[in-house]
């Protein structure tokens, strides 16, 4: 599923797209600064925006970043320049192939560095105004907060020639409390669910499903002898506002 593409109108002159504009390729022969490009859609508020990118070729050089800023952001502002575009002021947030996130041009270490063939997914909450990043899926943990009333769009850049991402997956879902409810329940419950009520497949089949769950399987005690995961609690809604 792809709700947008890559926005030739907003690119960095260095920058060629292709398979529908999906695909990106930065500096095509050799490197003489930053390219960057931002997505056709603007994220809307009161939804879950995700997003997955592959990387196709090895990472390297000075910088390749992926992220979200706002429509003040000119892309072609440092295309003769080597730095760590997104985030480099306040109108961007970016997340670097070295494992480190940038706002305002303050660097801080955040998670694993990514490389040829990883699966970088962005995870934007317009609700509680976070920023997520994940490797492989798996959650690197929140990224950014504060972005609540921040309008965003996608964004990528590279500073190595010849380098190759593409947009793998892009959807979203409206912020209800049917979706967190997902996130707090455990692998169990959600076992337990499927089959007490198999009509709910749909909602675990969606992707958000993995992505918004809590990190709560980690300290999952399961028991053999439990049948129902919820026995616990009167109701449904004595589960959920204890949990």
Known sequence: MHEWEWDKEYAT????????????????????????VRGTKLLEKGRHHYWELKILTPTYGTDIMIGVGTDKV??????????SFLGLDQ???????????????????????????SLVGVHLN???????????????????????DTMLYPMVCSTAAQSKMRLSHCSST??????????????????????????????????????LKADLDDSD?????NLNPLMDYTTFDDYFKLN
């Open 91 to 117: 109108e961007s947030f970016g997340f670097s192939y070295r494992g480190y996130i940038q706002y305002d041009g303050k660097k801080r270490k955040y998670g694993c560095c990514f490389d040829q063939d």
């Open 126 to 148: 317009t609700w509680n105004g976070t920023l997520e990043f994940f490797h492989n899926r798996k959650s690197l943990g929140i990224a950014f907060t504060g972005l609540k």
């Open 174 to 211: 409206p912020v209800s409390l049917q979706m967190e409810c997902l996130t707090a329940l455990k692998s169990s419950q959600r076992e337990y669910l499927l089959k007490m009520f198999p009509g709910l497949c749909y909602l675990f089949e969606n992707i958000f499903a993995d992505i």
């Open 13 to 36: 002159t260095s920058i060629t797209l292709f398979e529908q504009n999906l695909s990106v390729q930065f500096h095509g022969i050799f490197s003489n600064g930053t390219s960057a």
């Open 74 to 83: 000119d892309m072609n502002s440092r295309k003769n320049d080597f730095c």
């Open 221 to 225: 005690d399961d028991d053999d002898d």
